[in-house]
């Protein structure tokens, strides 16, 4: 035992320095998408931290000494050292093969193996509810006033300001008290595994101490029950989120039967998981083809035949970009082009397309007034296009899309 103790030792830093690397690891890849992944990504984080810390614990342990074991092993590498080293050789091969998970490197890629088990009920809901069921019964049966029903209960429960102080000191109080404290403890516990009770603890009755002299002078019993209420209402603070969503399943239950909830349950579940796939997905592409309507590079052959290669620019536009004979053929009849021949004060007619030079589009404009001999443009002359390709003047196409008509 004692010739293998520097091994033991080593092996432990270097498991330690394993479950530290896969921690780092598993953060760096963000927090899961959906409810179940990051509660099982809670947990598993917790598993490690867990075992580092036992593990630190024992190495604290072995440098104490305080058997003077490794002392002496180390003492005995400076004395007869051939001699030792094959024996200290035989015991470490000795070692390695009762361990032989312990003869490997530290390998980052490694994940964690231990499956984290979280028990949850079906009222639960795999963390996303409260179950109250049996505290509900606990609190009808202390006969308060008039019975309420579960509903009510969960508005009520973390309200205990208003009981009176002789019901508090009963031994059914306190053991409805103890019962609820108890199991809040134990979901927060499932549901929070990297949050740190004891410090939220040490918080509250630190707290509860500086008022809990003055209100509970020399009533020890009633001090005790108030601390507990406190430690209550505080989980009850870090699980809002949680009472409201089982107030929320409750109204659902009531109107759904269980083959619609467990439908929904599956929808929901489905379409974050489709969420999850397409944002984790990386779109591949290479020729920075355009984007199709399901959001992927549309196939290059379809790139090639709408020759979408080819740039077409309109300085009527501002030097505005056009990919492809078709987008730069549709763009006069648009609001970008149609404002900027408006600007240079001429009709945006059939006449004027094919025409993207500023220059070339005044000299048009200043042809066709000479042939028909007018010096001013007149609003009708500029021309719009519906949705079926008719033609009208702007009066015209103004009136019919005022009645609806196009």
């Not at 179940?36 to 917790?46: A, S, V």
């Not at 031994?171 to 404290?181: D, F, G, I, S, W």
């Not at 199709?292 to 740039?311: A, S, V």
């Amino acid at each position: 035992m004692a010739s293998t103790l520097l091994e033991m030792t080593r092996a432990a830093h270097e498991e330690v320095e394993r479950l530290e690397r896969l921690i780092v690891k598993d953060l760096q890849k963000g927090l899961p998408i959906t409810s179940k992944d990051r509660l099982f990504q809670g947990h598993r984080l917790r598993n490690m931290i867990d075992t580092i810390t036992s593990t630190t614990e024992k190495l604290i342990e072995t440098y104490q000494d305080n058997d003077d074991a490794m002392k002496e092993e180390i003492a005995e590498l400076g004395t007869n050292v051939f001699g030792g080293f094959y024996g200290r050789l035989k015991e470490i091969r000795e070692y390695h093969r009762k361990h032989p998970a312990a003869a490997g490197v530290v390998d980052v890629n490694v994940e964690y193996e231990e499956l984290p088990v979280i028990e949850f009920t079906g009222e639960e809901d795999f963390g996303r509810c409260l179950d109250l069921h049996e505290l509900y019964n606990q609190y009808v049966n202390l006969k308060l006033g008039e019975p309420i029903e579960y509903s009510a209960y969960l508005d009520v429960f973390p309200q205990t300001q208003n009981i009176p102080c002789k019901l508090k000191l009963t031994r059914q109080y306190r053991e409805y008290m103890e019962n609820l404290l108890e199991y809040l403890i134990y979901f927060f516990q499932r549901t929070e595994p990297l949050q740190d009770l004891d410090r939220i603890f040490a918080k509250v009755v630190s707290e509860f101490e500086l008022q809990g002299d003055e209100m509970y002078f020399g009533r020890r019993s009633l001090k005790d029950i108030g601390l507990m209420e406190a430690k209550m209402k505080k989980l009850c603070d870090l699980l809002s989120q949680t009472i409201e969503q089982t107030k929320q399943n409750l109204v659902k239950k009531q109107a759904l039967t269980f083959e619609e909830m467990e439908r929904d349950r599956e929808e929901e579940e489905k379409q974050v998981d489709t969420e999850s796939d397409d944002e984790e997905q990386e779109i591949y592409n290479p020729l920075k083809l355009p984007m199709g309507w399901d959001g992927k590079p549309i196939p290059f052959w379809l790139y090639k035949l709408h020759g979408l290669g080819r740039e077409f620019k309109c300085e009527i536009c501002g030097d505005y970009s056009y990919w492809g004979r078709k987008a730069f053929e549709r763009h006069f009849q648009e609001s970008r082009h149609q404002n900027g021949m408006r600007r240079l004060n001429i009709p945006s007619t059939k006449s004027f397309n094919e025409i993207t030079s500023i220059q070339e589009a005044q000299a048009l404009w200043k042809h066709i007034q000479e042939q028909q001999g007018q010096n001013n443009w007149h609003q009708d002359l500029e021309e719009f296009e519906d949705r079926d390709g008719n033609i009208y003047n702007k009066r015209t196409f103004t009136d019919l899309q005022r009645q609806g008509l196009i």
